[in-house]
T-cell receptor, first 109, second 116 residues
Framework: QKEVEQNSGPLSVPEGAIASLNCTYSDRGSQSFFWYRQYSGKSPELIMFIYSNGDKEDGRFTAQLNKASQYVSLLIRDSQPSDSATYLCAVNRNNRLAFGKGNQVVVIP | DGGITQSPKYLFRKEGQNVTLSCEQNLNHDAMYWYRQDPGQGLRLIYYSQIVNDFQKGDIAEGYSVSREKKESFPLTVTSAQKNPTAFYLC???????????????FGPGTRLTVL
């Protein structure tokens, strides 16, 4: 079992819709979780982090954490073409971050 | 203007050559990291350093070397022993407090290395 899994293929959403991304992790002791956005050819940029069970909202982004089920998700509301990117999930592991492979999101105007 | 700089942006290497990638940060962060990213893949940790003059191997350290002589600088050398060095190399930094999990990592713009 991989440490961090993002299994969904490319996600296409119409402009204005909600994009939903999921990430599961294997280390039950993980304490902090991060979502990064990476545009093609660019470096990742941090968009959200979450430490506690439940939801955390920041603008159009909502991160959801469920430690019992070992998953973290990211919702993007009112999706815009500028949201088209790859989204990387990262999980704290022994003072380092383990990254998933990412999910590509394509917002269709 | 605070941030992380990496140079060069593009680097071409002949087989058998060592090359050094630069990473500098002026965020006063304690910890620095090197990752490698291959097409369609996530980030894999090469080396990391939590304090000056100390560093640890990550998941794929073979064929790479680092130094941490100054807090703001963490150069990565890709040696000729690295069998498949063509990749996108990313440097990151974060605060690191003893006894606590590290807070968010911030990335530099990356160096794209191609072996000819």
């Amino acid at each position: 079992q991989k440490e961090v899994e993002q299994n969904s293929g490319p996600l296409s959403v119409p402009e204005g819709a909600i994009a939903s991304l999921n990430c599961t992790y294997s280390d039950r002791g993980s304490q902090s979780f991060f979502w990064y956005r990476q545009y093609s050819g660019k470096s990742p940029e941090l968009i959200m982090f979450i430490y506690s069970n439940g939801d955390k909202e920041d603008g159009r982004f909502t991160a959801q954490l469920n430690k019992a089920s070992q998953y973290v998700s990211l919702l993007i509301r009112d999706s815009q073409p500028s949201d088209s990117a790859t989204y990387l999930c990262a999980v704290n592991r022994n003072n380092r971050l383990a990254f998933g492979k990412g999910n590509q999101v394509v917002v269709i105007p | 203007d605070g941030g992380i700089t990496q140079s060069p942006k593009y680097l071409f290497r002949k087989e058998g050559q060592n090359v050094t990638l630069s990473c500098e940060q002026n965020l006063n962060h304690d910890a620095m990291y090197w990752y490698r990213q291959d097409p369609g893949q996530g980030l894999r940790l090469i080396y990391y350093s939590q304090i000056v003059n100390d560093f640890q191997k990550g998941d794929i350290a073979e064929g790479y070397s680092v130094s941490r002589e100054k807090k703001e600088s963490f150069p990565l050398t890709v040696t000729s022993a690295q069998k498949n060095p063509t990749a996108f190399y990313l440097c990151a930094s974060s605060q690191h407090l003893r006894g606590f999990s590290p807070i968010s990592q911030y990335f530099g713009p990356g160096t794209r290395l191609t072996v000819l």
